[in-house]
């Protein structure tokens, strides 16, 4: 069964600290996109990763392609930064997305 | 700036009252998708368009329907809609292959009364 699984499901923590989301995710997925989503609002693509890291401004993501887990970090988090935080799946068979439930993010000011 | 662009932003349509979202793109992708996500879940694929080849996901209602004019267009159609159906609906597009994002649209927020 193709799945993707994230962890935590809700993280706060305070401003400037170090934020780390990971992504388990099964045979069958070849690539891993991560995305953000603020209350209420759609959907920003922000990486999508099938091998190494990438990194733009403060987010960093990183996929270990041997071990199937990929992790999102953010670096001197802002309050701006709170949202919820997914991480999805390409198949391998037909390209579509296979999602997770989603890291809901809170940065205290 | 290209983009992927949805109207309404807000739709409220009453109990078994057909309503049309549509979804619009200047990024010239070739594939266009639906998503319906409704509160504290991942969305849900409704249907995909590879150009002109309409994919339907085995689970999505026959109240639902698509219509694809041309690259840049894609619309939803609810034929009927129950209170089940308020959700956020969601447009995305790629380009074919499996290393591309998908970029989506903002939504549109459908309230049915």
Redesign the interface.
Known sequence: KNEVEQSPQNLTAQEGEFITINCSYSVGI??L?W?QQHP??????LF?L?SGKKKHGRLIATINIQEKHSSLHITASHPRDSAVY?CAG?M?SN???I????TKLIIKP | DAMVIQNPRYQVTQFGKPVTLSCSQTLNHNVMYWYQQKSSQAPKLLFHYYDKDFNNEADTPDNFQSRRPNTSFCFLDIRSPGLGDAAMYLCATSRTGRYNEQFFGPGTRLTVL
């Open positions: 070849s690539a996109h995305l209420g609002g759609g959907i920003v693509s999508m099938s997914i390409t391998d390209y579509q997305l999602w997770g439930a989603g």
